[in-house]
Each structure stands twice: as C-alpha cells, then as structure tokens.
C-alpha cells in the first residue's frame, strides 16, 4: 500500500531506511557516528506496519492486521487535525451495533459497546506513529475531534472498521526513554527538561477516564506560561487573540507533532517522537464525564522544554 510520510515519526523512520540502504553503498569512513548509531535497530523498524491515510471526512487503512505490536502510523492528508482512535468491539459480533450508535454524537453509546485502545493524531499535512499491541478482534477506527461547529469527525463519515487477526508470531516492542502516565486530571513523568531527538514515550492511562496526548512545539521564543495562556489557562485576562497580538507573531502560535489519539483505561500505547529543541506543551481535550469541561481546563496540561 503506498503513502507517503512527511514529517515527525514517519519521516524520521523512513529516513533511517534509507540511511541504512545509503550505508551498504559507501565507505565505512564516510558514515558519522550518528549514522552508525542509527544502525543498531532499537526495533521499531521490525515491527509491522499499519498505514492510515486521513483526508476530510474519510480514512484509508487496511482491511486486516495481524496481532501483535504493530506500527499505527497516521498519515494526514488533510488540512486540519486528525486522529485515529482505534475502537475494538468487546463483543466482535456487534458491529452493526456500533455502526448504528456511529450515527448519532453518543459517546456513551458507544463506549457500552467498545474500548479504546489508543492510535495516533496527526497534525494537516503531517505524520506520526505510535507502538500498540493489538489483540486479535473486530476494530473500528474513528475521529472524534470536532468541526468547527462542534460535529465529530466520524460523524461526516470519518470511520473505518478493520479486524485483527490471530497470529503465532511475536514480536516485542523496542524499549521506552520515558514513562508517563495518564489519570484524573494530570500528566506524570513528562520531565520538565527532555533531550532533542528521537524518543519513545511509553503512556498508560492509569485513571478511568479516556485520555489522551496531544503534543504541541511552541513557536520559537515564546514560553510554557505563554503556551498556557493560548488555551486559557493561567492568565485571567488572555485570549488567543491578545496572546498572539502581544507577541506580535504571524501564523499559528503553535503546530502539532502527534500524539496519542484517546486511550482508554489500563492501556499502554508507545509513543514515537523526533523532537526538535524547543518548547513544547503536552494537552488533553477529552470532556470530563461529570462536567463536560475538556481535561486540559481541571489541569490535565504540561509543558516542557526540548534542549
Ligand atoms: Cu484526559
């Protein structure tokens, strides 16, 4: 199946390849140590690929996976934020059940029906990747993020089912740099100060809530206290609007660099990212079960800088 990666994750593990189809064809002499390091496979590359392409308001993924730990890579095609929440069926004869309830904006609903077990978001334009050991079952991929007018995606039509099959084969997923947890209402284990480069976070959600990680780069100069105010938090005066005047900045005051599409309670998903220096914010958007009030608004926000 072909699609192309463009940036974050996929670029950086399509790069490797060809790092390593380069290396057979010149002098050891050449290669820098940086190549040599990039040669010693941390097993990402091992692992087998689920490709998903997102466009307005549709998905193209394959029909079958087999199980295991796999690379779910999203590739956004479109020209806003997308996600991929991977949704298995507890009862994999109710899929029909879950198409119906796909029709109306009932989380709940669907969640009688299904878990999430995580997948990847991707900002237009850009892809990412995340590690998931899926269970042989019947899945449904869906984007929950709102239009502007506040209809989810899948509502439009941005959903797609696909089964996992048995497979005798395993595989292990290459090891984490950092462990961070997902509960009521906050992010643990995200440092304060990260290196640059490429990483893999591993994330749990240890509440019982859905959760999710979206990952967000600053622009340049500006601070967590900043980055805070875009999103309301902090300054009781600041809107978007007056953060960015302030600053006096073009263009967005922030792009995506993926993330962990919501994930749902006592699941792990594996988190690749190739962060450039920087500061960054972590965010949960999911609405609270009780209040409605999205997570990142009862705290569940972090940021940190990328040196
Ligand atoms: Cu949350």
């Known amino acids: 199946m072909h699609h192309t990666f463009s940036t974050n994750a996929g670029a950086r593990h399509f790069s490797r390849r060809r790092y390593l189809q380069a290396a057979s064809a010149l002098p050891i002499a050449l290669l820098s140590s940086r190549y040599l390091a990039l040669a010693q496979d941390d097993g990402v590359d091992a692992l087998p690929e689920f490709p998903i392409v997102a466009v307005e308001y549709s998905f193209d993924l394959p029909a079958e996976a087999p199980s295991g730990w796999t690379q779910v890579t999203l590739d956004n095609q479109g020209t806003m934020d997308h996600h991929a929440m991977l949704l298995k069926l507890r009862d994999p004869d109710t899929l029909a059940d879950l198409e119906d309830v796909l029709q109306s904006p009932d989380f709940g609903a669907i969640f009688a029906l299904a878990d999430s077990v995580g997948g990847a978001g991707a900002g237009p334009g850009s892809s990412a990747s995340v590690l998931i050991d899926l269970e042989p079952g019947q899945y449904m991929a869906v984007c929950v993020i709102p239009d502007d007018d506040g209809t989810p995606h899948y509502l439009k039509g941005q959903q797609a089912p696909f089964s ?93 660099v993926g993330g962990i599409a919501p994930l749902g309670p006592g699941q792990t998903n594996l988190l690749e990212l190739d962060l450039a220096p920087g500061t960054y914010i972590a965010i949960c958007f999911v609405p609270d079960t009780a209040s409605g009030a999205p997570h990142f608004m009862l705290g569940m926000i972090s940021g940190f800088t990328v040196a």
């Open 164 to 256: 996992v099959t048995e497979n005798d084969a395993t595989n292990s997923p290459p090891s984490a740099d950092l462990s961070v947890e997902m509960s009521e209402m906050v992010f643990t284990g995200i440092s304060a100060e990260l290196p640059s480069g490429p990483q893999i976070w591993e994330v749990t959600n240890t509440g019982e809530q859905l959760h999710e990680l979206a990952l967000v780069r600053l622009a340049d100069g500006m601070t967590i206290d900043q980055g805070f105010e875009i999103f309301g938090i902090g300054a009781e005066a600041a809107t978007p609007d007056d953060s960015m005047a302030s600053m006096e900045m073009e263009g967005p005051p922030f792009t995506g």
